[in-house]
C-alpha cells in the first residue's frame, strides 16, 4: 500500500466519484446538472409559492403537496454541493461529519417523501370513497397531525444507524461510488462488525418505503372499485382524473429506489457508470420531476401560474 493510500485511510477525508473514467467531460456534464438543480429549486419554490397564495388551493390535498415541494426542496439543498462541486471540479473531497449529515438528510427526506405519498394517497381515498366526509375527516389538526407524524418518523427512525457510522473504523480506501453519501457506501468501507445497520436498515426499508408502497396500492385498490361502482362514464374518468398526479409521482419516486436498491444488491459486476447514473436518478429525478407533473396535471396550479405569469408579462 502506498503512503498516499495509507494516509488518505488513515484521515477522516473521503472521496467523491462523479462519473469514473469520464473526467474530462465534466465541464460539459456540469451544464445539464446545474440547469436539472435549477429546475428543481425554482419549480418546487413556485410549487410553494402558488398553493401559499393562493386561497382556492388551501384545502388538503394542496397542503400534502406544499410538503412534497418542501421535502424535494430539502433533498436538492443537501445534495447541491457536492455533486456540483464535483461536476465543476471544485472539491471532491467530502469530511466524515458531513458526509454522515448528508447522508441523514438523503435518506431521512427519501422516508419523508414516502409518508407524503401515502398521506396523498390517504386524501384521495377519502376524496373518492367518503366525499361527503371529506372535510370533516381530513380537517387541520388531523393534517398537521399526519404531517407531525412524517416528520417524527423520518427524522428519528434513521438516527440509530446514523449515530453508528461516526464510531465504525474505516480501514478501506476512503472512495465512494457517488457525489454524494449513502448510509450502503459508507457500511462498504468500514472495517467493523455492521450487521446491525444492515439488519436495520434493511427492516426500515420494509416498515416504512415497502409498507408505505402497500398502503398505496391499496387505497388504489378501493378507489379503482369506487370508481367502477360509478354509473357515468364521464363521472369516472373525473373522479380518476384528480390521482394522476399522484400516481406518477408514486412512480418517479419508487422506480429509482428499487433502480438503485437493486444495482446495490445483484449489480457489484456492473460498470461503476451504472451505480452513478442511478444514484443520480435516485436523488435527481423526483425533485426534478415533482412540480413538472403538479404543474401539468393539475387543473388548479396550471391554472393559476397561467394567469400569474400573464400578469408578469
Not at 192 to 202: E, P
Not at 206 to 215: P, Q, R, S, W
Request: with cysteine; charged share 10%.
Amino acid at each position: 500500500m502506498s503512503a498516499s493510500s495509507a494516509s488518505n485511510i488513515n484521515s477522516s477525508i473521503f472521496i467523491l466519484t462523479g462519473f469514473p473514467g469520464l473526467e474530462q467531460y465534466y465541464p460539459w456534464f456540469s451544464v445539464p446538472f446545474s440547469l436539472i438543480y435549477a429546475v428543481v429549486f425554482l419549480g418546487n419554490c413556485l410549487v410553494l409559492h402558488v398553493v401559499h397564495t393562493e386561497p382556492s388551493l388551501h384545502e388538503p390535498m394542496f397542503y400534502f403537496l406544499a410538503m412534497l415541494a418542501l421535502t424535494d426542496l430539502f433533498m436538492g439543498l443537501s445534495t447541491v454541493l457536492t455533486v456540483l462541486g464535483t461536476m465543476w471540479g471544485l472539491s471532491q473531497e467530502i469530511g466524515l461529519d458531513a458526509c454522515i449529515s448528508q447522508t441523514y438528510f438523503v435518506h431521512g427526506l427519501s422516508f419523508m417523501e414516502s409518508g407524503v405519498l401515502l398521506a396523498m394517497a390517504f386524501d384521495r381515498f377519502i376524496a373518492i370513497c367518503n366525499p361527503l366526509r371529506y372535510t370533516s375527516i381530513l380537517n387541520n389538526s388531523r393534517i398537521v397531525y399526519f404531517m407531525v407524524t412524517i416528520l417524527t418518523r423520518s427524522s428519528l427512525s434513521i438516527l440509530p444507524v446514523i449515530i453508528r457510522l461516526k464510531f465504525f473504523p474505516y480501514c478501506r480506501p476512503h472512495i465512494l461510488s457517488h457525489s454524494f453519501c449513502l448510509h450502503q457506501d459508507l457500511l462498504r468501507l468500514a472495517c467493523s462488525d455492521i450487521r446491525f445497520n444492515s439488519f436495520y436498515a434493511l427492516a426500515l426499508v420494509i416498515c416504512t418505503l415497502l409498507l408505505d408502497a402497500v398502503l398505496i396500492l391499496l387505497s388504489y385498490v378501493f378507489i379503482l372499485r369506487t370508481v367502477l361502482a360509478i354509473a357515468s362514464q364521464k363521472e369516472r374518468f373525473k373522479a380518476l382524473e384528480t390521482c394522476v398526479s399522484h400516481l406518477w409521482a408514486v412512480l418517479v419516486f419508487y422506480i429509482p429506489i428499487i433502480g438503485l436498491t437493486m444495482v446495490h444488491r445483484f449489480g457489484k459486476h456492473l460498470s461503476p457508470l451504472v451505480h452513478v447514473l442511478m444514484g443520480n436518478i435516485y436523488i435527481l429525478f423526483p425533485p426534478m420531476m415533482n412540480p413538472i407533473i403538479y404543474s401539468v396535471k393539475t387543473q388548479q396550479i396550471r391554472s393559476r401560474m397561467k394567469k400569474w405569469f400573464s400578469l408578469k408579462m
